[in-house]
T-cell receptor
Framework: QKEVEQNSGPLSVPEGAIASLNCTYS??????FFWYRQYSGKSPELIMS????GDKEDGRFTAQLNKASQYVSLLIRDSQPSDSATYLC????????????FGRGTSLIVHP | GAGVSQSPSNKVTEKGKDVELRCDPI?????LYWYRQSLGQGLEFLIY????????KSGLPSDRFSAERTGGSVSTLTIQRTQQEDSAVYLC?????????????FGPGTRLTVT
């Protein structure tokens, strides 16, 4: 059973701080990793993808991947109240039909 | 460009009725996925299509659920003899192909309520 684990939270951070969201996965051969943001009552929205070890930056967002530790994280710099949402980690497996496995998500609250 | 669209956005139906949910993927995307999300729960994979074929139907909860895709584009998810436990948001996603690195883009979802 391929699993993706996330702390459900909520993670509460003050406005302007760095929010750090973490995800671990069980399939060691996984190649593709995705972060989605889901506002309450809305569908998931792709934030970014990462495929190689290291950091990938896109605006205020940085994804970090460590395949040896089977760990992927998302950092949100200068957090804003509008960043308050649930963040889903998704991992495409190494073989088979490549159906992504989604974590249950971490709820982030950014308070003014 | 246009994203993934789904219709209807909301559907209320009586227990025992059949419902059809529609998904129109991003133009040119060959892979299409159906998920459902119950209140406060994670995403549950139902079925995916590559073109018009459904290589993986492993997530369909029962034989009351079926799906088809025609012309490599629009897909319909049909739930027969709906039950209250079918109440959920049904999400459709598409990706350029079903390859390992392809990004999925979600539609707005259909909220199904079975009374």
């Amino acid at each position: 059973q391929k699993e993706v684990e996330q702390n459900s939270g909520p993670l509460s951070v003050p406005e302007g701080a760095i929010a750090s969201l973490n995800c671990t996965y069980s399939d060691r051969g996984s190649q593709s990793f995705f972060w989605y943001r889901q506002y309450s009552g809305k569908s998931p929205e792709l934030i970014m993808s990462i495929y190689s070890n290291g950091d990938k930056e896109d605006g205020r967002f940085t994804a970090q991947l460590n395949k040896a530790s089977q760990y992927v994280s998302l950092l949100i710099r200068d957090s804003q109240p509008s960043d308050s949402a649930t963040y889903l980690c998704a991992v495409r497996p190494s073989g088979g039909s490549y159906i992504p496995t989604f974590g249950r998500g971490t709820s982030l609250i950014v308070h003014p | 460009g246009a994203g993934v669209s789904q219709s209807p956005s909301n559907k209320v139906t009586e227990k025992g009725k059949d419902v059809e949910l529609r998904c129109d993927p991003i133009s040119g995307h060959t892979a299409l996925y159906w998920y459902r999300q119950s209140l406060g729960q994670g995403l549950e994979f139902l079925i995916y299509f590559q073109g018009n074929s459904a290589p993986d139907k492993s997530g369909l909860p029962s034989d009351r659920f079926s799906a088809e895709r025609t012309g490599g584009s629009v897909s319909t998810l049909t739930i027969q003899r709906t039950q209250q436990e079918d109440s959920a948001v049904y999400l459709c996603a598409s990706s350029l192909t079903s390859g390992a690195s392809d990004e999925q883009y979600f539609g707005p979802g259909t909220r199904l309520t079975v009374t």
